[in-house]
């Protein structure tokens, strides 16, 4: 996650005027470890192809809770830019192996297969491993999140 911004403002602020019906709570994604990373799955994003997202449970905590369904997000890419803002349709807490292929389509990276999406998350867990000084392993707990993009409208799924 990464801090609200004047631009993340603006974006909800423009949301919310056609949302009014919306409360006022949102947070800010920037996916991955770094910028290049945050603006490959933000174009997945916007492109409609990425409608999921996983993270260790170990990541969130008292100033980050979970995420719950219903809850929105809006999507920065590497250099902060907002490009869309989600809503969360479902979050389950199992271990990493634990990912079906339905999940790992909808994370709509690489091929899409849950075998890419074990590669790629493991490479990505392990590096998150050393700089956090935990050991990691396939039963690590994990978040995974399913959402929706509703912001803005020539983006927003239909």
Request: hydrophobic share 45%.
């Given at each position: 996650?990464?801090?609200?911004?004047?631009?993340?403002?603006?974006?909800?602020?423009a949301f919310r005027a056609a949302r009014p019906e919306v409360d006022d709570r949102y947070d800010v994604?920037?996916?991955?470890?770094?910028?290049?990373?945050?603006?490959?799955?933000?174009d997945l994003?916007?492109?409609?192809v990425k409608r999921?997202?996983?993270g260790s449970l170990?990541?969130?905590g008292p100033d980050e809770p979970l995420p719950r369904p219903g809850d929105h997000?809006?999507?920065?890419?590497?250099?902060g830019t907002p490009r869309c803002v989600w809503r969360t349709t479902q979050v389950q807490v199992k271990p990493l192996a634990d990912v079906d292929d339905r999940f790992a389509w909808d994370e709509g990276e690489g091929d899409r297969s849950r075998d890419y999406?074990?590669?790629a998350h493991r490479r990505f867990f392990a590096r998150e491993a050393q700089r956090e000084g935990y050991?990691?392993?396939d039963s690590m707990q994990t978040v995974f999140e399913r959402f929706t993009v509703v912001w803005p409208p020539d983006v927003a799924d239909a």
């Open positions: 996650m990464s801090g609200k911004t004047p631009r993340t403002e603006e974006m909800w602020r994604v920037a996916f991955g470890d770094g910028p290049g990373m945050a603006d490959e799955l933000a994003v916007v492109a409609g999921a997202t996983a170990r990541s969130y997000a809006v999507v920065v890419d590497g250099g999406w074990l590669a050991e990691f392993d």
